[in-house]
């Protein structure tokens, strides 16, 4: 069975950085997309960053395009998120998926979850 592993979350000031790991155990598909997600108090769970595993073009939520960069190393099993620039509204739980089917930035699409990792930013 697919397990995956958050790591690298953590208390941080505004504009800081921080970098996130996603340990995946099991083989996966090569077209199959990882994606983060995040979820604050309140909020739905929504949509970060995602990329294929096999490589190709990122893709990224409005909200962080241009401050975050998704990457995996095949190698190793893990996909990371490197955060610049962070924001207040950056705050929440992350949580790195795999896509099973329908579209990349719905939680449904996704059929296996880590067991997230805690994002603050102080201002």
């Known amino acids: 069975q697919v397990q995956l592993v958050e790591s690298g979350g953590g208390l941080v000031q505004a504009g800081g950085s921080l970098r996130l790991s996603c340990a995946v155990s099991g083989r996966t598909f090569s077209t199959t997309i990882m994606g983060w997600f995040r979820q604050a108090p309140g909020k739905e769970r929504e949509f970060v960053a995602g990329i294929r595993w096999s490589g190709g073009l990122p893709l990224y939520a409005a909200s962080v395009k241009g401050r975050f960069t998704v990457s995996r190393d095949n190698a190793k099993n893990t996909e990371y998120l490197q955060m610049n620039t962070l924001k207040p509204e950056d705050t929440a739980v992350y949580y790195c998926?795999?896509?099973?089917?329908?579209?990349?930035?719905?939680?449904?699409?996704?059929?296996?979850w880590g067991q997230g990792t805690q994002v603050t930013v102080s201002t």
């Open positions: 998926a795999v896509h099973s089917s329908g579209s990349y930035d719905r939680t449904s699409s996704y059929n296996y």
